[in-house]
Structures are given as C-alpha cells and as structure tokens.
C-alpha cells in the first residue's frame, strides 16, 4: 500500500470512495463526499493533507485534514487541524488502512508545524492513535455531541497547554 498526496485526477475516485465507506454508517449525514468538494476550494484546505492510500493503482482510502482555529475572547486564535473525514472503502476496512492514513497524516501535520488535531469521532477508535477526550482539555467543540466523541491529540508535547476555548470550524462544515 502507498500513501500519496492526492491529485486532481484522485478527484472522482475519492468522491466514490467516501460514498461507499460511509454507506451503513448510522450517525452521518452521508455528504461527507460533498464536503470534500467544499473544503478542497477553502481558506482551510492543506494538500499535503488531503493524502490518499492506493493499492495496485486502486484508491482505498483518504483523508483529510484542514485547518481549524481555537477561539478565545481574551487571547490570539490558536491554529490547529480538523481531521474529516478519515475513509477506507468498506471491501479493504479492517486492514490497517484507516490507521496507517492516520499515523502518516501526524507525521505530515507534524512536519508542517501544526500542533494538534482535533475531531468528532468513534470514541474506541481514535484512542488507538494517541486521542483524548476534548474534555480533558479546556476545549469546546461547537456541536451538541456526547463528550466521549470529542477528541483531540497533541502532535508536540503541551501543544495546547494554556490554551482554552472554543473550536471554529470553516463556514464549508455548515453548508
Ligand atoms: C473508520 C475507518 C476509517 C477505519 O479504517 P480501517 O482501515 O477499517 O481501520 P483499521 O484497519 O486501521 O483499524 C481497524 C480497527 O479499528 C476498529 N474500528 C474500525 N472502525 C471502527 C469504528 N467505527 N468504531 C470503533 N472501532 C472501529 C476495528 O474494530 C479494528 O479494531 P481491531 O484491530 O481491534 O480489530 C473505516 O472503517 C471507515 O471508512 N469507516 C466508515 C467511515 C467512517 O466511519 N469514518 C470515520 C468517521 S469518524
């Protein structure tokens, strides 16, 4: 398996793609594809961080990662990386692709002197790959969601230490 940044010509692929990986999943809207669409076009969007994995010339899975800001009415934002939507093409689930994506979009992010990632997320996967429950820090998510599905993890140590607030999501998660 290889792990690229995503190319134009990926485009349709990973349309496809995340149609089919979020298909029987319950708590989703399943517009995830046409959030992409969106995000790809934004202020937010990284390319180093929209990375897809292929084996044998086939798209398997894709993620993406865009910036985020941690609003505090008395400080300076804080820059940090929403991870949305991670993907793996339901055939090839269950393989070690979803987590691999993962661990090589924190090395990427990581490199790119981002100091966290923060999502909305399956509270038994996610811990897997070193994330904490937003509410041990004192960070807000802006959504009305069960504690246990906010998470966050800190790619340098302390990252978000002395940082506290509420997270701001590009205008393209609301469309
Ligand atoms: C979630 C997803 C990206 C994981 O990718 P993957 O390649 O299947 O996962 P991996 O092979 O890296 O990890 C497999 C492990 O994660 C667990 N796992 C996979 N999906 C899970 C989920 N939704 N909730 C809890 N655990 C999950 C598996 O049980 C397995 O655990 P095990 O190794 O102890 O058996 C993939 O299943 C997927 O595309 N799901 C549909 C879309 C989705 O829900 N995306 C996440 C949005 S928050």
Do not use: W
Request: charge should be negative; hydrophobic fraction near 35%; glycine fraction near 6%.
């Amino acid at each position: 398996m290889k792990i690229q940044q995503e190319e134009k010509e990926d485009y349709d692929e990973v349309f496809k793609l995340i149609e089919n990986a979020f298909k029987d999943e319950l708590y989703t809207d399943h517009k995830e594809q046409f959030l992409v669409e969106r995000l790809r076009k934004s202020e937010s969007f990284i390319p180093e961080l929209s990375l897809v994995a292929e084996i044998d010339q086939e798209i398997v899975g894709y993620i993406l990662l865009t910036k985020i800001k941690i609003i505090n009415n008395n400080s300076q934002p804080t820059t940090s990386l929403a991870l949305a939507p991670v993907a793996v093409l339901k055939k090839h689930q269950g393989k070690g692709i979803g987590g691999n994506l993962i661990r090589k979009a924190h090395g990427i992010a990581k490199e790119l002197n981002f100091g966290s990632i923060i999502l909305l997320g399956h509270e038994k996967y996610y811990p897997m790959f070193g994330y904490e429950m937003t509410k041990n820090y004192s960070i807000k998510l802006p959504f009305d969601v069960p504690d246990e599905n906010c998470m966050l993890i800190e790619l340098t140590e302390n990252a978000l230490e002395n940082v506290n607030g509420i997270v701001e999501y590009p205008k393209e998660f609301y469309e």
